[in-house]
C-alpha cells in the first residue's frame, strides 16, 4: 500500500452556509492510495475562522464520503487560539483503492454573523496517525504529504431572497381572447442566501 495524493477536492466548493442548521458544508478532500485499502485511526483538522472564540464551536462535524455514509464523527469542535479550533476524529476511517472525495459537514452557532468565514485545513504527515494497509498490516507512510491541505472557504449567510420583474416580456399589443399569454415573468434569486428558501404563496 501507498499514497499517491491527498489534496482539496475541488467537488466541495466554496459556497454560502447557514447557522444552527446541520449538515452544513465545511470543506472537502480527496485521497488517493494505491495497493490495498488503508485505514487511519486518527485525523485532526484545523479551522480557521474570522469569528472569535466567543461566538461558538463548530459542533456535530462529520465525515461523510461521497456516497453520502458517514465514515468518521460526530464530534464538536475545540478552541486552541480566538481565531483557531480544531476536530479530533478518533474514529478509525478506511480508504479504498483510487481516488475517492469526503466531505466535512457540522452545525454552524447561532451567535456567528453574518459573513463570517470558515477554512478547514489539515496536514496528513503529522495529524494523521496509525496508518495500516488493510491487507498487509504494514504501516503507510504518508511523510509526502507534509504540505498543508487547505479546503475551499465557506461564508455565513442569512436567509435572503431578492425579487424583481423581468425585462421580458416587453410592452406589446396582445390579441383579445389570446391563451397562455405570458404577461409578466418575476426573478427569484436567492444565490446570496445561506440556505434554501421556500415561499407559501406568492400573491
Do not use: R
Given at each position: 500500500g501507498s499514497v499517491t495524493t491527498i489534496t482539496?477536492?475541488?467537488?466541495?466548493?466554496?459556497?454560502?452556509?447557514?447557522?444552527?442548521?446541520?449538515?452544513?458544508?465545511?470543506?472537502?478532500?480527496?485521497?488517493?492510495?494505491?495497493?490495498?485499502?488503508?485505514?487511519?485511526?486518527s485525523s485532526v483538522f484545523t479551522v480557521a475562522s474570522t469569528t472569535g472564540s466567543g461566538t461558538g464551536l463548530l459542533t456535530s462535524v462529520s465525515i461523510v464520503d461521497e456516497n453520502g455514509s458517514i465514515v468518521a464523527g460526530p464530534v464538536d469542535g475545540v478552541y486552541v487560539s480566538d481565531l483557531v479550533q480544531t476536530l479530533t476524529f478518533t474514529d478509525t476511517i478506511t480508504y479504498p483503492v483510487g481516488r475517492h472525495v469526503y466531505t466535512l459537514?457540522?452545525?454552524?452557532?447561532?451567535?456567528?454573523?453574518?459573513?463570517?468565514?470558515?477554512?478547514?485545513?489539515?496536514?496528513?504527515?503529522?495529524?494523521?496517525?496509525?496508518?495500516?494497509?488493510?491487507?498487509t498490516g504494514n504501516t503507510i507512510?504518508?511523510?509526502?504529504?507534509?504540505?498543508?491541505?487547505?479546503?475551499?472557504?465557506?461564508?455565513?449567510?442569512s436567509a435572503a431572497l431578492t425579487v424583481n420583474i423581468s425585462s421580458q416580456p416587453a410592452s406589446q399589443n396582445v390579441v383579445a381572447g389570446s391563451q397562455g399569454l405570458v404577461i409578466g415573468n418575476y426573478q427569484l434569486n436567492a444565490s446570496a442566501s445561506g440556505e434554501d428558501i421556500r415561499l407559501s404563496s406568492f400573491p
Open positions: 482539496k477536492a475541488n467537488e466541495v466548493a466554496a459556497q454560502n452556509i447557514a447557522v444552527n442548521v446541520s449538515n452544513q458544508v465545511l470543506g472537502g478532500y480527496a485521497t488517493s492510495f494505491l495497493g490495498e485499502p488503508i485505514s487511519v485511526q459537514k457540522g452545525k454552524v452557532a447561532s451567535a456567528i454573523g453574518n459573513g463570517g468565514t470558515y477554512i478547514v485545513k489539515t496536514t496528513p504527515s503529522t495529524q494523521w496517525t496509525s496508518v495500516t494497509g488493510q491487507t507512510s504518508l511523510s509526502a504529504q507534509s504540505t498543508q491541505i487547505v479546503m475551499n472557504t465557506m461564508t455565513i449567510k
